[in-house]
Nanobody, 126 residues
Framework: QVQLVESGGGLVQAGGSLRLSCAASGRTFSMYAMGWFRQAPGKEREFVAS????????YYADSVKGRFTISRDNVKNTVYLQMNSLKPEDTGVYHC???????????????????WGQGTQVTVFS
């Protein structure tokens, strides 16, 4: 099992930027694809981005393409989500997650991820 701790959320004006971090511990981070998901109040959790174990394959939700960038540092055991040009509809709790099996390419489905962080709140105001 892997432990995940997110940080970097906050309150930001529309058009601004935030960088989320997710620090992993407990198993070999570099072997597992990682993902970011978000959940707005009253809505279901939705996929944001995922990155393969080696960073070579990346998926984004259409709603964040061109604005968000996912990356990972396998030395620091950390995955990042750089969020630019933020919109009020980006508001929500952002969770990072680790895939259930090693050497995956990533996924847009939350059911493929078995380890989840507690989340960090992102609030974008207009």
């Amino acid at each position: 099992q892997v432990q995940l701790v997110e940080s970097g959320g906050g309150l930001v004006q529309a058009g601004g930027s935030l960088r989320l971090s997710c620090a992993a511990s407990g198993r070999t981070f570099s072997m597992y694809a990682m993902g970011w998901f978000r959940q707005a109040p009253g809505k279901e959790r939705e996929f944001v981005a995922s990155i393969s174990w080696n960073g070579g394959t990346i998926y984004y939700a259409d709603s964040v393409k061109g604005r968000f960038t996912i990356s990972r540092d396998n030395v620091k055991n950390t995955v990042y989500l750089q969020m630019n040009s933020l919109k009020p509809e980006d508001t929500g709790v952002y969770h990072c997650a680790a895939m259930s099996f090693a050497y995956g390419l990533g996924s847009t489905s939350s059911t493929d991820f078995t380890s989840w962080g507690q989340g960090t709140q992102v609030t974008v105001f207009s």
